[in-house]
């Protein structure tokens, strides 16, 4: 089965930072990749779908890029409630999420 | 604007079967293009997508779950369920129901229950 690695597994930053994370398939999922933010105890919430579209109502701060294999988040200016777990997850069955990557403050 | 609840024990012993309800309201199930959905996280952990039924009520598996595992839909309550067969402690998790659009593309989340598998 296809597995889903995320890097790093935790960061720190500060606000105003820019953030990347990264999302590496092991083969090929095309485009087929979503990305989503989740605070303690609440659901995740999309952030982007199909690697690089941004789910309406999200800041534009957050965007996505990559295809195939290796994928990217980047958060352009980090915020206080940027301050999460972000998963991304293969767009076709079983839909494999990541291990996520936890944003933390410095 | 659409919303999920998930209702169901907290609770089930080991082998027995854990059995969930997801009530939507402010939209339908039969509606185009939707795809409802149970996923769930274990604590401290990522999640997992369990099992999906289209708004056509075609259905699809984890193959992870080895045929334990069975969601239905009743469209006049507007209500999907998940039965999970056999459970173990792996089974001990915070259950989501969800609405996506297709490719996993997952929108719309209950609150989120905790199901705890334990004699």
């Known amino acids: 089965d296809i597995q889903m690695t995320q890097s790093p597994s935790s960061l720190s930053a500060s606000v105003g930072d820019r953030v990347t994370i990264s999302c590496r398939a092991s083969q090929s999922i095309g485009s087929h990749l979503n990305w989503y933010q989740q605070k303690p105890g609440k659901a995740p919430k999309l952030l982007i779908y199909?690697?690089?579209t941004l789910e309406r109502g999200v800041p534009s701060r957050f965007s996505g890029s990559g295809s195939g294999t290796d994928f990217t988040l980047t958060i352009s200016s980090l915020q206080p409630e940027d301050f999460a777990i972000y998963f991304c997850?293969?767009?076709?069955?079983?839909?494999?999420f990541g291990q996520g990557t936890r944003v933390e403050i410095k | 604007q659409l919303q999920l609840q998930e209702s169901g024990p907290g609770l089930v012993k080991p082998s027995e079967t854990l059995s969930l309800t997801c009530t939507v309201s402010g939209g339908s199930l039969s509606r185009s293009g939707h795809y409802w959905a149970w996923n769930r996280q274990p604590p401290g952990k990522t999640l997992e997508w369990v099992a999906s039924v289209s708004y056509s009520g075609t259905i699809y598996y984890n193959p992870s779950l080895k045929g334990r595992v069975t969601i239905s839909a009743e469209t006049s309550k507007n209500q999907f369920s998940l039965r999970l067969t056999s459970v173990t402690a792996a089974d001990t998790a915070v259950y989501y129901c969800?609405?996506?659009?297709?490719?996993?593309?997952?929108?719309?989340w209950g609150q989120g229950t905790l199901v705890t598998v334990s004699s």
């Open positions: 997850q293969r767009g076709d069955t079983p839909g494999t």
């Open positions: 969800a609405k996506d659009r297709g490719n996993h593309i997952t929108d719309s």
């Open positions: 199909d690697a690089y």
